[in-house]
């Protein structure tokens, strides 16, 4: 009964911008951590950035000082901004969050569908 959905991705030429957003809807109670992960071609999927309830972030190296992840609490909405765009960007990206359902019971992750974010001139 919980679902993420996610928009935002597209085609976008290099060193340009692109804003991803991933809403969770559901038999939701809250939200811990929740975050993006990627994957392209031929590669393990790999964290992209995590961010908890209390706003604390974690980034991968390769995207420290061009992605900025945030959230809405309110929303349970999970954002991720994206600038100054690589092609080594091109990917699938998912969004995930760590539920805590109703009826009680310990966090579950759930994981949305994924979006394609290409970076091509």
């Known amino acids: 009964q919980v679902q993420l959905v996610e928009s935002g991705g597209g085609l976008v030429q290099p060193g340009g911008s692109l804003r991803l957003s991933c809403a969770a809807s559901?038999?939701?109670?809250?939200?811990?951590?929740m975050g993006w992960y990627r994957q392209a071609p031929g590669k393990q999927r790999e964290r992209v950035a995590v961010?908890?309830?209390?706003?604390?972030?974690n980034y991968a190296d390769s995207v420290k000082g061009r992605f900025t992840i945030s959230r809405d609490n309110a929303k349970n909405t999970v954002y991720l901004q994206m600038n100054s765009l690589k092609p080594e960007d091109t990917a699938v990206y998912y969004c995930?969050?760590?539920?805590?359902?109703?009826?009680?019971?310990?966090?579950?992750?759930?994981w949305g569908q994924g979006t394609q974010v290409t970076v091509s001139s």
């Open positions: 995930y969050a760590a539920v805590f359902p109703q009826g009680g019971g310990r966090f579950r992750d759930y």
């Open positions: 961010i908890t309830r209390g706003t604390s972030t």
């Open positions: 559901g038999s939701i109670v809250s939200i811990a951590d």
